[in-house]
C-alpha cells in the first residue's frame, strides 16, 4: 500500500501545542485513524498510530532541544521509536550533523519522510530494531515516551546503559514504567494533549537525563 498516500488523506498539518515552530501530519482523534488503519491493511489487533500524535513526551523533548540547541549542535544524534519524527526534526533544527530516525512501524517510516521535507530537514530513517543490537556509536540519544509498557521499558533501559560515552535526554509524562531512580530530571513542562489520548488536557511532562 501507499502508506504516504494515507498518512496525507487522513491527516491534517497541525503545530504540536509546545513546538510551534514545527508543523506535522497529525489526526485529530485515535479511534478513526486506528480503524482505518487496519481497515487499509485488512488487519486487526494492529498497535496504535503512535506516528498520528505529537504525545506530551515528544513534546517536551522537543522544546527542551529547540530551546538547548547545545544539546545537538554540530552533532550524530539518534532518535528511537521516532514515530512521527517530531524530536528528530527538532534536533535538526536545532543544528544537529545527522539524525538516524529510528521506528519499526512503516506508517511511521512515510510519516517521518513527509514531515521532514515539511519542515525542510534531512532524516536518515530506519526500520531497523535499534534495540536488538548493540547502541551504534553516536553523540546524542534521544527517547521520547518509551516506557509506557514493562516489557519495552526494560529493554529500552538495558540498552541505553550499554550506550558508554553518549548522552542520553528521554523525554516522558509520568508514565508507569520510567526508571526514575536511573534519571536525572532536568526540566519540566506543563503539555496541552487531546483527552481522547491521555487522562487530562494537560500532561506534565520531563526531560530527564540518564545518570
Known amino acids: 500500500m501507499n502508506h504516504k498516500k494515507f498518512i496525507i488523506e487522513n491527516t491534517t498539518i497541525l503545530a504540536p501545542p509546545l513546538v510551534p515552530e514545527i508543523k506535522l501530519h497529525l489526526a485529530h482523534e485515535a479511534l478513526p485513524i486506528w480503524q482505518k488503519t487496519e481497515d487499509e491493511l485488512g488487519e486487526i489487533g494492529l498497535?496504535?498510530?503512535?506516528?498520528?500524535?505529537?504525545?506530551?513526551?515528544g513534546q517536551a523533548?522537543?522544546?527542551y532541544i529547540l530551546d538547548n540547541p547545545e544539546i545537538v549542535e554540530g552533532k550524530h544524534v539518534i532518535d528511537m521509536a521516532s514515530g512521527s519524527g517530531l524530536v528528530a526534526i527538532a534536533a535538526m533544527l536545532a543544528g544537529a550533523k545527522s539524525v538516524l530516525a529510528a521506528d519499526i512501524d512503516h506508517f511511521a517510516l512515510a510519516a517521518m519522510a513527509i514531515n521532514a521535507e515539511l519542515n525542510k530537514v534531512q532524516l536518515k530513517i530506519t526500520a531497523d530494531d535499534l534495540l536488538a543490537i548493540p547502541p551504534p556509536q553516536t553523540d546524542v540519544l534521544l527517547?521520547?515516551?518509551?516506557?509506557?509498557?514493562k516489557t519495552t521499558a526494560d529493554r529500552c533501559l538495558a540498552w541505553l546503559r550499554q550506550a558508554h560515552g553518549t548522552a542520553i535526554f528521554i523525554g516522558d509524562p509520568g508514565r508507569s514504567y520510567?526508571?526514575?531512580?536511573?534519571?536525572?530530571?532536568?526540566?519540566?513542562?506543563s503539555v496541552p494533549v487531546s483527552r481522547?489520548?491521555?487522562?487530562?488536557?494537560?500532561k506534565k511532562s520531563a526531560v530527564w537525563k540518564l545518570n
Do not use: N
Not at 47 to 57: E, L
Not at 178 to 189: G, V, W
Not at 196 to 202: M, R, T, W
Open 61 to 63: 523533548l522537543a522544546r
Open 143 to 149: 527517547v521520547g515516551d518509551m516506557f509506557y509498557e
Open 47 to 57: 498497535p496504535p498510530p503512535f506516528w498520528a500524535f505529537a504525545w506530551a513526551g
Open 178 to 189: 520510567l526508571p526514575q531512580s536511573a534519571l536525572t530530571k532536568i526540566i519540566e513542562y
Open 196 to 202: 481522547d489520548l491521555e487522562d487530562a488536557e494537560i
